[in-house]
């Protein structure tokens, strides 16, 4: 006879626990979701946890603000249980960063609410549960056989095995990079690739990233603090993100990441983008002194200062200098404002940001009502509809100058929210396929590099002027 653990079948009704402080959020989902799923609420992490250690839950869905403690501290903390439920964050509009934070916190999913549908929901919340059942079945299935044939501590448990998962789990993207790259190639596109320092200095990793770059890429830095040595900060969310080390770790780590590029190129890399968008002051005098001629870090219209990161939300996509003596140029992901309110994003806004505005939280009731949120130019978390519609928008504001980004590990199912699936995978290359085409076939654009774009636009500036203007 064997003993399966637990396996949500068709006689079962999932439990789903759904965590949000306002109430007609709360009851709203509830009485869309209650036909499928035994349904219980909480308006905040205490009153959650309390119920998460008295029962077992198989899926808990939690706003990513909540009062006191974060959506995402939760999901730590439920993941530590000894039956942790599958765990789906949602948050007021999407980004990319979040979610990949989300996912390294034990997060099966991730939602904006934004754009949410309940069908949507619906499918991911089924997608979830089936793909724990096949894990449980796995996992008793391996345990029924280690128990018959004494395999057990072969797989994966030696020091030596773990180190070899660890390094596939760092050079999986990149060989996924390598693979999918021809969906560029067909374009004549030759991305500009900031690598992190494991990237930099795992062999086949590297390996990859030079070829990459004998077709014309571009290769920078990626800033990680929590990859770059020396790694002595505490890893929680403000230490996350590098403008928030202090001036001395900050440039330390990136001399030491800036070295292993250096040493994988053969050459100084220019081009400089910081992990999370952690940009600050300090990070600008260290780029200044370690002679970086462009910078990627602004991320236009989004705030990250409720995981302790900056605040872009007044910052444009339109490319700018900064810096002292030797000006920097920053070339800011593409993002703007969409929804049907999008045509009076700078008023709205200024209102947002009032106290008035902060205490209706305006930003998310427009955001849940697809009036108004940002959205940034990426196959990851946009339609290609949404990607065409965001470039006219931009376009007709007199943008001139479009960054399209992409995170590697994307391009390997399982990795993001973006792929969890091969089919999702094909879909995302084809996003990013027909966007290329529309760009260039509809609107007339032209594919470049950051080095180019720097030595058009510097060329603009007025003779003698030690801070262009673009």
């Known amino acids: 006879m064997c003993n399966l653990p637990r396996v949500i079948g068709q006689d079962m009704t999932p ?243 800036t070295e292993a590029v250096t040493r994988l190129l053969g050459r100084p890399p220019s081009l400089f983008k910081a992990g999370r968008y952690g940009l600050s002051p300090d990070t600008v005098a260290a780029l200044g002194a370690l002679g970086f001629a462009i910078d990627l870090s602004i991320c236009p219209g989004y705030d990250y200062t409720a995981m302790g990161g900056p605040d872009f939300s007044r910052f444009t996509a339109r490319p700018g200098w900064f810096g002292g003596s030797r000006p920097i140029l920053s070339l800011p992901t593409t993002a703007g404002h969409v929804g049907w309110l999008s045509g009076r994003a700078a008023t709205l806004g200024r209102l947002a940001r009032s106290a008035a505005g902060r205490a209706l939280r305006f930003e998310r009731l427009a955001a849940r009502a697809n009036a108004l949120y940002p959205l940034r130019l990426s196959p990851e978390g946009a339609t290609l509809a949404e990607m065409r519609d965001l470039t006219r928008r931009l376009l007709g504001r007199g943008l001139r100058v479009f960054t399209l980004t992409l995170h590697s590990p994307t391009l390997a199912p399982g990795n993001t929210p973006y792929t969890r699936t091969e089919a999702d995978l094909v879909a995302l290359l084809e996003r990013i396929d027909r966007y290329l085409a529309f760009f260039r076939d509809e609107l007339g654009g032209q594919f470049t590099t950051p080095s180019a774009l720097h030595a058009r636009l510097s060329a603009l500036r007025p003779p003698g002027s030690a801070r262009p203007d673009a």
């Not at 916190?105 to 991730?110: E, M, N, T, V, W």
């Not at 070899?164 to 390598?178: D, I, K, S, Y």
């Not at 900031?194 to 990233?209: H, K, L």
């Not at 830095?221 to 928030?244: I, M, Q, R, T, Y």
């Open 15 to 257: 439990t789903l626990l759904i965590v949000d402080d306002e109430k007609t959020t709360r009851e709203g989902l509830r009485a869309a979701l209650e036909d499928r799923y035994d349904v219980y609420l909480a308006e905040d992490a205490r009153s959650a946890m309390e119920l998460l250690e008295k029962e077992h839950f198989d899926v808990l869905l939690t706003d990513f603000r909540l009062p006191s403690e974060d959506g995402m501290k939760l999901i730590a903390r439920a993941k530590s249980l000894s039956k942790p439920p599958i765990c789906i964050l949602m948050t007021a509009y999407g980004s990319e960063e979040l979610a990949v934070e989300a996912m390294k916190r034990g997060a099966d999913d991730y939602i904006a609410k934004g754009r949410l549908q309940i069908d949507e929901l619906e499918m991911r919340i089924a997608r979830a549960l089936r793909q724990q059942n096949l894990e449980v079945e796995n996992v008793a299935l391996r345990q029924q056989l280690d128990a018959k044939f004494g395999m057990e501590g072969v797989v994966g448990e030696s020091a030596a095995m773990r180190e070899v998962f660890e390094v596939v789990q760092q050079v999986a993207p990149t060989r996924a990079l390598e693979a999918r790259f021809e969906v560029f190639r067909r374009h004549g596109v030759r991305p500009a690739l900031v690598v992190d320092y494991p990237v930099a200095t795992r062999e086949e990793s590297a390996g990859i990233i030079r070829r990459l770059a004998a077709e014309g890429c571009e290769v920078g830095v990626h800033l990680h603090p929590w990859s770059a040595p020396p790694v002595v900060e505490p890893k929680d969310d403000w230490h996350s993100f590098s403008g928030n080390l202090g001036p001395d770790l900050e440039r330390i780590k990136l001399a030491a990441l």
